[in-house]
């Protein structure tokens, strides 16, 4: 069960959570219309603490304004744990917002139930500053104490590290304490995220003219919840047909082939907008065809092209839907001359440098 602490020390103990909360969250005004939040809780404690249920129901039971997010759906996560060691317990909760910035709280107390309560009471308050602080007994399992060793063995080593390491010990007799740590790092972890998008480009380095392209792309993020969150995606890009006239006739050129993006960093610019510099390498097939020209033949030839590129995301809070926008500077690696001979005129030869530009639409599978 889920007992509620002696009540000097569940004072002491709610007093530094309120004092905490407002600190970190500064000043806020109660609000009775404050909207619904999706939030996800993490819960994890030793045996012989409290349950999950018996955690959720502390955190539900003293705010409205929270409900527990659907799969996929964007939320606050609030990761909660709790390590015991003889005549103590600490505790910490670790926020992470829709803009990935983290924040930590943590709580020390003589007991896990004790601890517990304090973290409940502090995820509430960081959901809703409105959220009932009057104590909640709940009555629900709890988690199996391990068997005791036996009596011959010796004591096994106590490998739980402290939560809190600058901390001094605090004494069995003493009240909980509430310790503020904004800065702590959030827990290091890697969410796949796979993704498909459709585009449509501008490229000035396959055509005499402005070449229009259509691309279908299939990648994965791997979201760390910081810079280093790479993104790696195959583009598959064919090159709408296009003829050129020239004083010896006309041509018709075709193209169609593969990319790879790489781009290892995400700068998160807001909550909803992330910006990616990124590096491609693309192969794909050439093809010219002379048209009212004598003896008129077809030539395909290899195209190969490194590039560089800044893509924007920006997700309008449409289910998983995001928009993008592509710039790029492209260096084509092979550049093969299309004459008409006799005379042997150029009538197209692929330029050292060119740019294009891409807009594009997908979707996340979170």
Known sequence: MLRLPKRAHAIGTLGCVVALVLCGAGTLAADERLPMEAIRLRYEAPAGCPLTDAFSAQVFVRTTHARVAADGERARTFVVRIAVSPGKADGQVTIRDLDDSVSTRKVRGRTCEEVALALALVTALAIDPTASMSPVPTELPQTPP???????????????GPVDAGAREVDATTPPRVVSDAAAPAPASVVPIPFA??????RTTLYPDVAAQGGLAFGVELDRGGLLSPEVRALFVGAFADEATTPLGRARYTYIGGRVDAC?????????????????????????????IGDAQRSSKLWLEVAALARARYRP????????????????LIRDRYIVDPPGAVIFRAPPLGVSGAIGVGWEWR
């Open 146 to 160: 391990p068997p005791p060793p036996p009596e011959d063995a010796a004591p096994e080593a106590d490998v739980q």
């Open 197 to 202: 998008a459709a585009s449509i480009a501008a």
């Open 264 to 292: 290892p960093l995400r700068l998160r610019m807001a909550a909803v907008l992330d910006v990616r510099p990124c590096v491609a390498l693309e192969a794909g097939q050439f093809s010219a065809r002379g048209l009212d």
């Open 317 to 332: 809070g449409v289910g998983a839907l995001f928009v993008e926008l592509d710039t790029s500077l492209e260096i084509p």
